[in-house]
Structures are given as structure tokens and as C-alpha cells.
């Protein structure tokens, strides 16, 4: 299958209206920001959000004029390899996304709000694990949607690394999450300088 191909069938299974993604990969709709984008959401239906942000920053105070909603809040370094000092994503990280879509793949939820401080990253990736937790050979599907919601996106490696091997996917998410790293770095190659020079060369295959 060509990748045309492939994102005509993605594109007939998904909708993204504004900032709201409707896929059938999620039984709710998700939409993904950083911290200065978090005010744009507060009158958008918002009933689950994920934050993800740094150790050591505080909490966003935007969330106390969103109407009631559920949130949880992780707290872990955007990092793909070894930093001293830094909280790193792990397992334990991983298997907080999974335990989550376990819990709202039965919940009722009007709208998923992921962010973490950029929404590049650590949301993305969380994104991409969720849509891809329960429906194995989707995979590339899944970073089609995340294109289309989010084209300034670039998946933390180890997270997803960690979900694959979590999941049994022998690779299959991993070489679709370095195949979108391919397209964005081609369509962002601003961003791929950036992460080339700031610890993150190994992920950007494209020169």
C-alpha cells in the first residue's frame, strides 16, 4: 500500500474539526496543545485532560476556570536518552497511558484534552500510544491522524519504544512513529534542526 493510499483510508476513518480529532481509533475525541495554548480550550467541552509537564513546574492555574473536568498530572523530562538529574520516561510512565485508556476506553468522555508544555512531544507520544493501545496493525494509521491534528509534532521516542514492547508490537509503532519523524522533519525542517542540536540528533534521519 502507498502512503497516498494509506492516507486516503486514514482520512475516511477520521474528521478534524479546528483542533478536535474524531477518530474511530478512540471512542472520544482528543484534542492536543502546549501550556499557551491551554486558554484557547476553556470553552471547548473539555471533560478528561493529561498534563504532562516538568518536575519541578507548577501546576497551570488556567484549569480553575475550565468548567468540571477529570485531570491527571504526570510529571517526567522530555528526554529519549539518559540526562543526570532528570526524571525520565519509563515504564512506570507508560504504563500510567495504558492504565488511562483502559479506564476511559469504559468511561464517558465528551473531549481529551492531552498537553504537555510545547505539545510536540510528551502528548503526542501519549496521543499515538492511546489511538494505537487497542488496535494492533494501525499503527502508521494512528500518526496519520496525529499529522492531520497536530502537523508540528514529534513523538518522544522512548515512550513509544517503551509502549511497543508493552503492547507486542515488535517494532510496529517504532517504525511508524520514525517514518512521521521522516515526514515532519521534511515539512519542519526548522523544528529537525532543533532537536538535532538539542540531544535529540539520533531521532532525525533526514540530512
Not at 130 to 138: I, V
Not at 146 to 164: K, M, T, V
Request: one cysteine or more; proline letters at 6%; hydrophobic letters at 40%.
Amino acid at each position: 500500500m502507498t502512503t497516498d493510499q494509506t492516507r486516503s483510508g486514514a482520512d475516511a476513518r477520521a474528521s478534524a474539526c479546528g483542533d478536535l480529532l474524531h477518530t474511530d481509533l478512540l471512542p472520544y475525541p482528543i484534542s492536543i496543545c502546549g501550556l499557551r495554548e491551554l486558554m484557547t480550550f476553556s470553552e471547548k467541552g473539555v471533560s478528561h485532560v493529561v498534563t504532562i509537564i516538568d518536575p519541578d513546574y507548577p501546576d497551570p492555574e488556567v484549569f480553575e476556570i475550565y468548567p468540571e473536568h477529570t485531570r491527571v498530572v504526570w510529571r517526567f523530562d522530555d528526554h529519549v536518552t539518559p540526562v543526570d538529574g532528570a526524571v525520565m520516561p519509563d515504564e512506570a510512565a507508560v504504563d500510567r497511558i495504558l492504565e488511562l485508556g483502559e479506564r476511559l476506553r469504559d468511561s464517558h468522555v465528551d473531549h481529551l484534552l492531552i498537553h504537555c508544555h510545547a505539545g510536540v512531544s510528551r502528548s503526542t507520544a501519549t496521543a499515538a500510544i492511546l489511538m494505537t493501545q487497542f488496535n494492533p496493525g494501525r499503527e502508521e494509521e494512528a500518526f496519520e491522524h496525529l499529522r492531520q491534528i497536530r502537523p508540528r509534532s514529534w513523538p518522544n521516542g522512548l515512550l513509544c519504544a517503551i509502549a511497543d514492547e508493552k503492547l507486542g508490537r515488535d517494532g510496529k509503532l517504532v517504525e511508524a512513529m520514525a517514518r512521521h519523524h521522516d515526514i515532519v522533519a521534511e515539512q519542519d525542517p526548522a523544528l529537525a534542526e532543533y532537536l538535532r542540536i538539542n540531544g535529540r540528533a539520533h531521532e532525525v534521519r533526514l540530512r
